[in-house]
């Protein structure tokens, strides 16, 4: 105190350090994750981010390290100092249990799979100018066969899953769901799609019932996105393609060496010099374009894609143009106990036709192959040159631009989902979809066409037209449930599909006129004459289901999953059996989770699966349980023509479903906290009732064949997957998958006491003309594929085929009797063996993917060494290598007709380096408007390693007989892409 007054002194406090840090938090696409855990290393500091990914708190020293953590993606630490402002993409944690996956009517953790499903992200999807969305699963999926046989810009890709299953079903392609409706992979954008899911077992595809033998892939496309912020993202490339595989025919300089060699006549130097396989080959431009918008609010949000796809082909007049546009709106109300999906999908697609209601017409091509190099393209007066007195000999530029044709298509689709949440754990969905595609189709041919010059037919047109509509509605409830450690799920079903089809088509020629090409068809004088084809058609299908589910874990050590399907369909009407039941259940045990493996730290998850499920095949026919009568001829009966009807279906009221009944065992592991992971499954599929034609006598039958379930057949396979990431450090990572699979099958047996097959095999293939005989043949007890044709041991010194006889003896050519009992097993057509192995290399901002793949332990035939090896035809041209000594005795001889032997069954095994992908990612954008940005280059099919001598060893793999190359295919092309990401 002083002078009466108190001193009062302010103590100085240290000034706590308080520094404000905030930022958003995105996924690897640059979409806003809410809910994701921002914690203060080292303290009790934190918080989450908002519904747009936003988050904010307070760092107490600027030498702080925030944890960034948000369940299915990896945890990531970022230090705080120098800054305020933060941007952070998480990316997905590899083959987190956390992760959901699409399974049939719904989803599950996988962690909590007992199934065989093999799921593909879009990040790891195939990259470049692929044909469709199947080709983005190619070499991706242990079991899944993927090819692209053709280079055709319209063509599609051939997929397999785990062998045949059918010999006169439906096709041996997986049922395919688009966001739960069933379509096609050419009617989805493949920038579109978010991630595909594969069920590959029985018990994953028994909800299915009689459409999933074959297996299932669900296709999800992109969704509204889970912050509700306006974004815009866009893709595109730019690309060209080569042919990959020439075909080495003479040139018009071998003629000439030829001529002056005396082994041909100088009458074949036409004197021009024309290479007639880049005469109607072009240099490609293709260019694709992807938009997608979304934005909304915790309320209703949308989804808007616009694609638009420009392809060219190789050959000249090949092209496919598609327009595709999406619009998918989510809103919810009642407190988000109500929620309403609407979506519709249109798009247009428009490609030039080169043949009768086809793309490419792969006689244009023969023609180019055969042409003599030395004949001129055009004649002294400027016309085609055409020799019309040479059988099936064209100028292939003729048949080219003296044709006009053009397919235009339209298919659009509008479906519904109205879900319902009474009650905590209840879900009540209702789907509803409307699919329509209509198509229209036209193809003329001119006066100047060689069906006019040497065929007389004046002009010709060709008018087409299809119709599909497909209606679905589903109704489905779900219960969850979790008490304690015992956590349930139940879930019932019903499913009506029905499917309206028309088409309709009309020739006719000889027309006044090229004015009107084929816009005009009813001029033509072969209609008055009654000469020209006119024919419709119309079918209604439908197929109703029951089905249900139930999953249960207890401790998520033990699991569970058992279902069934009740389902009938159209094509068994009349049956004493239209009904089909198709169980499923499979058991799963987390070995990991038990306490006696606590103590084994490098052992993250180990999973045991066992599972088996029943399955059918839908048939092609319809009405296959009664007697049809068909229009056939007229006869001419007292003084009037009449046109005959009789029966041409004897009826079996006894066809039921063609069954499989598979059983999987596999294991999931992950090790080392998923520096290691990946899958092993074994599977016997056992398929019984498959539907044969059978010889009955009529009498007592009305027709001379009925169909019935008989046959029985067999397949087994071994599936593995391995994932490793051998290097992970700040600046670069390495991340490496091993694919490997087996397939093998067997015919058990295509008689009973009922029907009795003639004889215990299946031929089936063709040669075509002019050798005209099957190629392969499918016997009782031995596998899908075999070659079946006459086997050479040897050739003579005059250049003449020695056999192997029937008693094993060489046989010369003279005495061979070239009859069916001196067949034998050539090869088979299908792969035993596939395998895979995909890298993906990032330094820094770069990044490097290269996807190789192969298959092995399979025979091919070579068809254009077979066709094009032909030395006794002078006016067509031909192979060089038709003038190599063949095992390098002498050249065949020209006394000998074409023929199917062993000389042209080939080793098909292949490795791949199919796809190569260099990007680089500009991560750190100044810029209000731009997120995100990436560039890169793209190669697909690559190169490819194979003793196969013909254009490329991925041939047709379906059906019963596989491995038959083609003489006249599209050529398979490499292509190269130009592409930018980016997101506003």
């Known amino acids: ?578 009904w089909g039941n198709f169980p499923a259940v499979s058991f799963g045990w987390r070995v990991s989770n038990e306490p006696f493996m606590k103590g084994i730290s490098w052992l993250t998850d180990l999973k045991l699966r066992a599972g088996y499920g029943v399955t059918g095949t839908q048939p092609t026919d319809l009405f296959l349980g009664v007697g049809i009568l068909s229009y056939g001829d007229y006869v001419y009966n007292n003084g009037v023509w009449i046109q005959t009807l009789g029966p041409s279906q004897n009826p079996n009221d006894k066809l039921r479903w063609e069954e499989k009944h598979e059983s999987n065992f596999g294991v999931d592991y992950t090790l080392f906290n998923g520096r290691v992971s990946g899958n092993v499954d074994y599977y016997i599929r056992r398929i019984n009732g498959l539907l044969y034609d059978y010889a009955v006598p009529s009498p007592p039958n009305l027709y001379s064949s009925t169909r019935a379930n008989v046959g029985k057949m067999e397949n087994k396979g071994l599936e593995v997957m391995v994932n490793i990431i051998p290097v992970k450090t700040k600046d670069f990572e390495w991340s490496t998958s091993l694919m490997f699979s087996t397939n093998t099958n067997k015919l058990i047996t295509l008689s009973n006491e009922l029907y009795q097959a003639s004889v215990d095999y299946i031929t089936t293939g063709s040669t075509g003309e002019p050798i005209q005989t099957f190629t392969n043949i499918v016997r009782v007890g031995r596998n899908i594929g075999d070659f079946y044709g006459f086997k050479v041991v040897d050739i003579s010194n005059d250049g003449k085929w020695i056999y192997e006889g029937r008693d094993g003896k060489p046989v010369d050519y003279a005495s061979y009797q070239h009859a069916f009992e001196d067949k034998r097993v050539l090869g088979n057509g299908l792969p035993r063996y596939y395998g895979g192995w995909n890298n993906t290399f990032r330094y820094k901002s770069f990044d490097l993917s290269v996807t190789m793949r192969g298959a092995f332990k399979y025979q091919i035939l070579n068809f254009q060494r077979m066709y094009y090896e032909n030395t006794g035809l002078q006016q067509y041209n031909r192979l060089k290598s038709a003038y190599d000594k063949v095992m390098g005795k002498a050249v065949l001889s020209t006394d000998m007709p074409l023929e199917f032997n062993s000389n042209y069954v080939e080793n098909g095994d292949f490795w791949k380096i199919d796809n190569i992908t260099l990007g680089y990612n500009f991560n750190h954008i100044q810029s209000k408007y731009i997120h995100g940005a990436r560039v890169y280059v793209s190669t697909l099919n690559t190169l490819t390693l194979t003793g196969y001598k013909g254009i490329d060893p991925e041939v047709n793999r379906l059906g019963l007989a596989p491995g038959v190359d083609d003489r006249d295919k599209y050529p398979s092309v490499r292509t190269f892409t130009v592409g930018v990401n980016l997101n506003f």
Do not use: C
């Not at 459409?211 to 490339?237: E, F, H, K, L, Q």
């Not at 041909?264 to 130097?269: A, E, G, I, L, V």
């Not at 003329?444 to 209606?471: F, M, P």
């Not at 219960?479 to 088509?505: A, L, P």
């Open 1 to 578: 105190m002083q002078d009466g007054h108190y001193i009062i002194i302010k103590k100085s406090i240290p000034a706590v350090f308080v520094k404000p840090i905030s930022g958003v938090v995105t996924d690897e696409k640059g979409e806003p994750l809410p809910g994701v855990s921002i914690s203060v290393k080292g303290s009790h500091a934190g918080t989450i981010s908002n519904e747009k990914g936003v988050f904010s708190l307070n760092s107490s020293t600027d030498n702080d390290t925030l944890v960034i953590s948000y369940v299915g993606y990896k945890t990531q630490e970022v230090p705080v100092k120098g800054t305020s402002q933060l941007t952070i993409r998480l990316a997905l944690s590899e083959n987190s249990l956390q992760d959901v996956v699409v399974i049939g009517y719904g989803s599950q953790r996988k962690g909590d799979l007992t199934s065989s499903v093999a799921t593909v992200k879009s990040e790891s999807f195939v990259k470049g100018n692929v044909l469709d969305a199947g080709q983005l699963l190619q070499g991706k999926v242990a079991g899944l066969s993927v090819s692209a046989p053709s280079g055709d810009p319209t063509s599609g890709t051939q997929i397999l899953l785990r062998g045949n299953t059918t010999l006169l079903g439906a096709n041996s392609s997986p049922l395919i769901l688009i966001d739960g409706i069933p379509g096609d992979l050419k009617t989805v954008a493949p920038e579109d799609i978010e991630s595909m899911d594969v069920l590959k077992d029985g018990s994953a595809a028994a909800i299915y019932g009689t459409r999933g033998t074959n297996g299932v892939i669900i296709v999800t496309t992109r969704r509204p996105g889970g912050a509700y912020t306006n974004t815009v993202d866009y893709s595109g490339y730019v690309g060209t393609q080569t042919v990959a595989r020439k075909m080495d025919m003479l040139t018009a300089a071998d003629y000439r060496q030829q001529i002056a060699d005396g082994t041909r006549d100088k009458s074949w130097d036409l004197g021009s010099s024309t290479d007639w396989q880049k005469a109607i080959t072009q240099t490609p431009i293709t260019h694709v374009h992807n938009l997608t918008f979304r934005g909304g609010n915790s309320k209703t949000n949308y989804l808007a894609n616009v694609n638009y796809r420009s392809l060219e082909g190789i050959m000249k007049k090949s092209d496919n143009n598609t327009f595709t546009g999406r619009v998918d709106i989510n809103h919810s109300m009642l407190d988000d106990k109500l929620r309403i999906n609407v979506g519709l999908l249109n798009s247009n697609n428009k490609f030039t036709t080169t043949g009768d209601g086809i793309s490419f017409n792969g006689y244009t091509y023969r023609q180019a192959l055969i042409r003599n190099p030395t004949s001129p393209i055009y004649d002294s007066t400027g016309k085609w040159f055409e020799q019309t007195g040479l059988f099936n000999y064209e100028n292939p530029l003729s048949r080219l631009y003296e044709s006009s044709g053009e397919n235009t298509s339209q298919n659009t689709r509008m479906n519904s989902t109205i879900t319902l949440l009474p009650i905590e754990g209840l879900k009540l969905s209702a789907l509803f979809s409307y699919t329509r595609y209509n198509e229209e189709r036209g193809y003329s041919e001119t006066k100047q066409h060689i069906s006019t010059l040497r065929d007389g037919r004046n002009g010709y047109a060709s008018v087409g037209s299809l119709q599909n509509v497909q209606r679905l509605m589903e109704l489905t409830a779900q219960y969850n449930k979790n008490i304690g450690k015992h956590k349930f799920s139940v879930m019932g079903g019903y499913s009506y599909q029905e499917t309206d089809y028309r088409n309709s088509y009309m020739q006719n020629w000889d027309f006044p006129t090229d004015r009107f090409s084929y816009n005009d068809i009813g001029i033509g004088y072969a209609l008055k004459q009654g000469l020209a084809v006119q024919f419709s058609e119309k079918s209604e299908t439908n197929l109703i289901g029951f089905f249900g589910r139930t999953t249960y874990s207890y401790d998520d050590k033990y699991l569970l999953l058992a279902s069934l399907r009740h389902e009938a369909a159209s094509q068994l009407y009349g049956t004493k059996q239209p």
